[in-house]
T-cell receptor, first 113, second 114 residues
Framework: SQQGEEDPQALSIQEGENATMNCSYKTSINNLQWYRQNSGRGLVHLILIRSNEREKHSGRLRVTLDTSKKSSSLLITASRAADTASYFCATVPPTSGTYKYIFGTGTRLKVLA | NAGVMQNPRHLVRRRGQEARLRCSPMKGHSHVYWYRQLPEEGLKFMVYLQKENIIDESGMPKERFSAEFPKEGPSILRIQQVVRGDSAAYFC????????????FGEGSRLTVL
């Protein structure tokens, strides 16, 4: 089954507003990562948060991690039209002998100019 | 510093033909992952390889699909006797270290089976 599930599936906001998307996962993790995918392109890494961290910032991005609830959120502040993309969380469950990154179903963000 | 290179970017095959997708990881990266993506969906893990070794192929169908990452040259994802359901985007990613680092993705190979 899918390790990560993003919520909402789709989000439409006005330029300048903040966008928040959430990711829930099922098992314990080593770390959780967020990626962006522009239409027709490959994924680009945005930010990594380790299991012993609670919050991390990178530019206009803020990520939180709650391991007790097995959830993470990605906040994009002061959104721009160029932020229009799909956003995925990825986790690496610490199962023995395998380090496959499991991606969620994604949140499709549309920022209207 | 070239990124992950995938080719071909687009591939059209008729049912029953073979598809070969190539991936050259970033320089210095010895870990390669293959993922499959259907339109409007997330990425499904297929296989994880290190140089000359398949580490985890739990996401790859046992029939018709194979992957390799030779000592020299790119990683190859091979799909034999393609069917319409194989139509998808196939992404390759590489990393410097397993499980701790970020993945660097190629632009994908889009396979269309007629």
């Amino acid at each position: 089954s899918q390790q990560g599930e993003e919520d909402p599936q789709a989000l439409s906001i006005q330029e300048g507003e903040n966008a928040t998307m959430n990711c829930s996962y099922k098992t314990s993790i080593n770390n959780l990562q967020w990626y962006r995918q522009n239409s027709g392109r490959g994924l680009v890494h945005l930010i990594l948060i380790r299991s012993n961290e609670r919050e991390k910032h990178s530019g206009r991005l803020r990520v939180t991690l709650d391991t007790s609830k097995k959830s993470s959120s990605l906040l994009i502040t002061a959104s721009r039209a160029a932020d229009t993309a799909s956003y995925f969380c990825a986790t690496v469950p610490p199962t023995s002998g395998t380090y496959k990154y499991i991606f969620g179903t994604g949140t499709r963000l549309k920022v209207l100019a | 510093n070239a990124g992950v290179m995938q080719n071909p970017r687009h591939l059209v095959r008729r049912r029953g033909q073979e598809a070969r997708l190539r991936c050259s990881p970033m320089k210095g990266h010895s870990h390669v992952y293959w993922y499959r993506q259907l339109p409007e969906e997330g990425l499904k893990f297929m296989v994880y390889l290190q140089k000359e070794n398949i580490i985890d192929e739990s996401g790859m169908p046992k029939e018709r699909f194979s992957a390799e990452f030779p000592k020299e040259g790119p990683s190859i994802l091979r799909i034999q006797q393609v069917v319409r359901g194989d139509s998808a985007a196939y992404f390759c990613a590489s990393s410097e270290r397993s499980y701790t680092g970020e993945l660097f993705f190629g632009e994908g190979s889009r396979l269309t089976v007629l």
